[in-house]
């Protein structure tokens, strides 16, 4: 089974500058999250889908980021502007069913460097 | 915001010794998982417990779940190299529609 797929890996970027994240979830995994992994922390939720539609947006900073999800499949996140602080890990991750228990699986992340 | 805080922050032992790393968290839950992250990598999932359940193992992991201290530990037997990592609880809490709340990890060094 493949697993969750995320690009660039690496993206380095002046302040001010638009970036945008992609993410395939594991085929099936009707719930998708992105996650903001700051260096010596732990992963903060940024935004949650459930299918195409959103189900918990509240820590996305809505002035400078976005994200959708296409067909409830793959999904992007953007960052327009970007600042010095948004320096992370962004996670996205997937799971089945977020029913009984909702282990959720996670992409290898894409590190980006804002200067 | 983030729930769950991991204790100690760093961890440092030798192959073949144990490793326990404790989470504290403040709400209720439902269930309560540990994660692990190597340097550069994505997350894992490691094993999961319910709020119902005290003790759970899973090959060399053992977690206890204490909801009446709100506390969780997950201890690793007969450590390896390759147990170097950093490890995260992550909290299903009542109410929060199925999302995990992460805590800020403890940094597991084994050394060979």
């Known amino acids: 089974e493949a697993g969750v797929a995320q690009s660039p890996r690496y993206k380095i970027i002046e302040k001010r500058q638009s970036v945008a994240f992609w993410c395939n979830p594991i085929?099936?995994?009707?719930?998708l999250y992105w996650y903001q992994q700051i260096l010596g922390q732990g992963p903060k939720l940024l935004i949650q889908?459930?299918?195409?539609?959103?189900?918990?947006d509240s820590q996305l900073p809505k002035d400078r980021f976005s994200a959708e999800r296409l067909k409830g499949v793959d999904s992007t996140l953007k960052i327009q502007p970007a600042k010095l602080e948004d320096s992370a890990v962004y996670l996205c991750?997937?799971?089945?069913?977020?029913?009984?228990?909702?282990?959720?699986?996670f992409g290898p992340g894409t590190r980006l460097t804002v200067l | 915001s983030q729930q769950g805080e991991e204790d100690p922050q760093a961890l440092s032992i030798q192959e073949g010794e144990n490793a326990t790393m404790n989470c504290s968290y403040k709400t209720s839950i439902n269930n309560l998982q540990w994660y692990r992250q190597n340097s550069g990598r994505g997350l894992v999932h490691l094993i999961l417990?319910?709020?119902?359940?005290r003790e759970k193992h899973s090959g060399r992991l053992r977690v206890t779940l204490d909801t009446s201290k709100k506390s969780s530990s997950l201890l690793i037997t007969a450590s390896r190299a390759a147990d170097t990592a950093s490890y995260f609880c992550a909290t299903d809490d009542v109410g929060s529609a199925r999302q995990l709340t992460f805590g800020s990890g403890t940094q597991l060094t084994v050394l060979p």
């Open positions: 889908f459930q299918n195409n539609g959103v189900v918990d």
């Open positions: 085929s099936g995994h009707a719930t």
């Open positions: 991750a997937s799971s089945f069913n977020p029913g009984a228990y909702n282990e959720q699986f």
């Open positions: 417990i319910r709020s119902n359940e």
